[in-house]
């Protein structure tokens, strides 16, 4: 069975920075590209990532490129999103997601349960 | 940027009755070189992550109950839900992974009526 654990969420206040990780299980995470997607409370859906199976290719949304940072420790079974210099705007729950192959240009096919984070001071 | 729209934004249907949600992006999602629509459609209960109900346009993820079905090509899309059940109540969204932004629409919440 699929199972993507997000955690690392929190409060933080602007200008902060959190990491978060994904615990992926029940597949093999070096096949998969994988990515972040976050919803702000009572909003639809965002786009925010993806990487690549190998991580050699990595995409951003314009509201997060240069700021956050996707990476992945395929022997670690772990996914991560570095996240720096905060913005209120960034409060939602961020979901992590397994792509239906190794490209980025996949869909997503499993989403995890999502970690909350709160910028605010 | 593809931009993606969604109508209507909620619709309430009875039970048993068909409900329609329509999708359409600013650009084509149909890549030549496979003849495949890079549109998929997640269902979002309350309190739940999404879950992927339709990819391809038109192929019905494994286990979806075959009252879901995804139709359309290029820029326009439909999901249908031919028989409303209960357990349909829920936020629509559609999706394109055809080029990076890989954006959303605005989500249709499905009711009761």
């Known amino acids: 069975e699929v199972q993507l654990v997000a955690s690392g969420g929190g409060l933080v206040q602007p200008g902060g920075s959190l990491r978060l990780s994904c615990a992926a299980s029940g597949f093999t995470l070096s096949s998969y590209a994988m990515s972040w997607v976050r919803q702000a409370p009572g909003k639809g859906l965002e786009w925010v990532s993806v990487i690549s199976s190998s991580g050699d290719n990595t995409y951003y949304a314009a509201s997060v490129k240069g700021r956050f940072t996707i990476s992945r420790d395929n022997s670690k079974n772990t996914l991560y999103l570095q996240m720096n210099s905060l913005r209120a705007e960034d409060t939602a729950v961020y979901y992590c997601?397994?792509?239906?192959?190794?490209?980025?240009?996949?869909?997503?096919?499993?989403w995890g349960q999502g970690t909350l984070v709160t910028v605010s001071s | 940027d593809i931009v993606m729209t969604q109508s209507p934004d909620s619709l309430a249907v009875s039970l048993g009755e068909r409900a329609t949600i329509n999708c359409k992006s600013s650009q084509s999602v149909l890549y030549s070189s496979n003849n495949k629509n890079y549109l998929v459609w997640y269902q979002q209960k309350p309190g739940q992550p999404p879950k992927l109900l339709v990819y391809w346009a038109s192929t019905r993820e494994s286990g979806v109950p075959d009252r879901f079905s995804g139709s359309g090509s290029g820029t326009d899309f439909t999901l249908t839900i031919s028989s409303l059940q209960a357990e349909d109540v829920a936020v629509y969204y559609c999706?394109?992974?055809?080029?990076?932004?890989?954006?959303f629409g605005p989500g249709t919440k499905v009711d009761i009526k």
């Open positions: 997601a397994k792509q239906s192959a190794g490209n980025c240009y996949s869909s997503i096919d499993y």
């Open positions: 999706q394109q992974h055809y080029s990076v932004p890989f954006t």
